[in-house]
Nanobody, 125 residues
Framework: QVQLQESGGGLVQAGDSLTLSCVAS??????????MGWFRQAPGKEREFVSG????????RYADSVQGRFTASRDNAKNTVYLQMSSLKPEDTAVYYC????????????????WGQGTQVTVSS
């Protein structure tokens, strides 16, 4: 089992920056085989892929809507992945989740086996 805990959400203004963290615990000895995904879900909308990162090589992938504004990274020593968000827009408002799977990065939420509880990000205009 892998446990994931997100933090760092909050209320910010449009144009501000925010960094989310996700700490992985439990079966992390195999983390180098893991892909971590960041997803978000706004009220009344489906959960959507935001970004993904491989623990091993640090390869990343982004949704078109956040490309150039968001950056995923990881700190192996801390078992933590980050999502740095800049130039935030009101449409970025959502609950943000981190997720894990023991395969490559996937854009489908259903492909991930482990999920955190989510952290709220609200961007005011």
């Amino acid at each position: 089992q892998v446990q994931l805990q997100e933090s760092g959400g909050g209320l910010v203004q449009a144009g501000d920056s925010l960094t989310l963290s996700c700490v992985a615990s439990g079966r992390t000895f195999g983390r180098y085989l893991m892909a971590m995904g960041w997803f978000r879900q706004a009220p009344g909308k489906e959960r959507e892929f935001v970004s993904g990162i491989l623990w091993s090589a640090g390869n990343t992938r982004y949704a078109d809507s956040v490309q150039g504004r968001f950056t995923a990274s990881r700190d192996n020593a801390k078992n933590t992945v980050y999502l740095q968000m800049s130039s935030l827009k009101p449409e970025d408002t959502a609950v943000y989740y981190c997720a894990a799977r023991f395969q490559g990065i996937a854009m489908a939420a259903g492909a991930y086996d482990y999920w955190g509880q989510g952290t709220q990000v609200t961007v005011s205009s």
